[in-house]
């Protein structure tokens, strides 16, 4: 079992350029969660999916930042621009069916994104 | 609305020794709780959750956790802490009547000393 992938593991860009983060979740499962780590502001959720659909993107900071799920299998979160206060570690997770009510998230290892 | 307070940024204990991370929760409904764990450089790691039934739910790697409706605390608990221990703990609630967020708390850093 592979668990969720995320990549790239670390990203250093500089301030206006475009960011794209994947993640491919755990095989079966049906839903995502996209989350935001700062030691400002803790573990932030900033969307989720089931069955592909976004259900809610309420964390959504602004329009800067989009979140796609094409697929079962992938997802993509998008910065565009980039500012040094999107700095911080971005998790992907998923669950299996359910997953937002009470069923275990499973994290990917995270993306850790500095923007200079 | 939810939402679930840690209130000590660290615990120290001694190696050998019990430890407790605290947590209360705020919810409507039925509240679901789950505590993760988060080793440095990391993704969090499911330990335990409590959805229903007995009270103290027991995990991953010798910890358990007690749920006190009345107190509305989730807190965990391990015997006897281990080095390999320390890591941040997080605290995580979702109502029963809800769809959705679940919510973590700020986290929790234990430190086990040898």
């Known amino acids: 079992d592979a668990g969720v992938i995320q990549s790239p593991r670390h990203e250093v860009t500089e301030m206006g350029q475009e960011v794209t983060l994947r993640c491919k979740p755990i095989s079966g499962h049906n839903s995502l969660f996209w989350y935001r780590q700062t030691m400002m502001r803790g573990l932030e959720l900033l969307i989720y999916f089931n069955n592909n659909v976004p259900i809610d993107d309420s964390g ?54 500095t923007v200079l | 609305a939810q939402s679930v307070a840690q209130p000590e940024d660290q615990v120290n204990v001694a190696e050998g020794n019990p430890l407790t991370v605290k947590c209360t929760y705020s919810v409507s409904g039925n509240p679901y709780l789950f505590w993760y764990v988060q080793y440095p450089n990391r993704g969090l790691q499911f330990l335990l959750k409590y959805i229903t039934g007995d009270n103290l739910v027991k995990g991953s790697y010798g910890f358990e956790a007690e749920f006190n409706k009345s107190q509305t605390s989730f807190h965990l608990k391990k015997p006897s802490a281990l080095v390999s221990d320390s890591a ?22 234990l430190q086990v000393k040898p």
């Open chain 1, 60 to 113: 959504m900071p602004e329009d800067r930042f989009s979140a796609k799920m094409p697929n079962a299998s992938f997802s993509t979160l998008k910065i565009q621009p980039s500012e040094p206060r999107d700095s911080a570690v971005y998790f992907c997770a998923s669950g299996p069916q359910g997953a937002y009510g009470t069923d275990t998230q499973y994290f990917g290892p995270g993306t850790r994104l």
């Open chain 2, 88 to 109: 941040l703990y997080f605290c995580a609630v979702r109502g029963s009547g809800n769809t959705g967020k679940l919510i973590f708390g700020q986290g929790t850093t």
